[in-house]
């Protein structure tokens, strides 16, 4: 993509690493868990792995350390410029987060609406979210509670060299599906997805959660229909790569040698690419609004 001198997002900030903040969540164990959980799954996981518990009787807050809600206790060391400005990898990333920004801006006031960009945070190696602990092993998610985005910028090498999707439009694919994820908790689908999964069995979560994350796909598709202008030749080819190769089947084959559909949380491969291509020719929050309904 080619952002050139295009503006970064203010919206930004960037945590110091090496610990955990304070009133954090259930001790190594569950950290432990959360990590092995983000990695395959990312968020919606955990939401499945807090649902389970729920039916358990056990406390899914106790978890994610969710009890305390709100920003992260964690050392912030730069907000702004200062930390988009450490490396290219960051400051492409704020870029993004700017572009997405501007897009959601003009979309939601189009609706009669106002958009409230989320932050950005980046954490290197381990970091503290309103949802509990952040660790490089979970690859970027986004945190209802605190509305933030969290992003180890070394994920990215993973992704390039372990799953075979590099590219900067790769790269900005990821961050704005978990924009997407912002999106549906403004616009309350997070909400009435929650609900649904609370009186849901674990497969019918799993189902539930897969719609969400497939919207959140083609909101990004929506997104990148508005920056036409930046990409470059393959650029799209390096999203739906991407999306490829981080379906819940490609993942479980590569991971277990056998596919079970019952616990997939994103979406096969074909699903993703499919999302991402419906909201790139569709353009508006409309073309992906079939994901949701009814819940």
Do not use: K
Not at 78 to 107: I, K, M, N, Y
Not at 142 to 162: A, G, I, K, W
Not at 194 to 215: H, P, T, W
Not at 238 to 266: N, W, Y
């Amino acid at each position: 993509m080619r952002f050139g001198g295009r503006r970064e997002s203010d919206n930004v900030e960037s945590q110091s690493g090496g610990g955990f903040g304070g009133g954090g969540g259930g001790g190594g164990g569950a950290a432990m868990l959360l990590g092995l959980v983000f990695s395959r799954f990312g968020i919606g996981g955990v939401v499945v792995v807090g649902l389970l518990m729920f039916f358990l009787g056990g406390n899914p807050l106790g978890l994610v350390g969710g009890e305390q809600g709100g920003a992260p206790s964690t050392n912030v060391e730069a907000r702004g410029s200062t930390a988009c400005s450490s490396d290219p990898t960051r400051h492409f990333s704020c870029q993004v987060l700017a572009s997405t920004e501007d897009r959601w801006t003009a979309l939601f006031r189009a609706q009669g609406s106002n958009y409230t960009p989320p932050t950005l945070v980046f954490y290197p190696g381990n970091g503290q979210s309103g949802c509990g602990a952040a660790q490089s092993a979970m690859g970027p998610f986004y945190c209802p509670s605190d509305r933030r985005v969290y992003l180890d910028t070394s994920f990215f090498d993973e992704l390039s060299q372990h799953y075979g999707a590099p590219g900067d439009f790769a790269q900005a694919y990821v961050i704005a599906h978990e924009v997407g994820h912002h999106v549906q908790t403004l616009s309350g689908i997070e909400d009435r997805v929650r609900r649904a999964q609370a009186g849901a069995s674990e497969a019918q979560a799993n189902a539930i959660q897969v719609r969400m994350e497939l919207q959140a796909d083609c909101y990004a598709g929506v997104w990148a229909s508005g920056e036409q202008s930046a990409m470059e030749a393959g650029d799209f080819e390096e999203g739906m790569r991407a999306a490829q190769s981080i379906g819940d089947d490609t993942l479980q084959r590569a991971g277990q040698g056998r596919v079970v559909p019952e616990s997939f949380t994103h979406g096969t491969s074909a699903q993703r690419q499919e999302a991402l291509a419906r909201g790139y020719r569709g353009g508006t929050p409309q073309a992906c609004a079939s994901y949701t309904e009814g819940l």
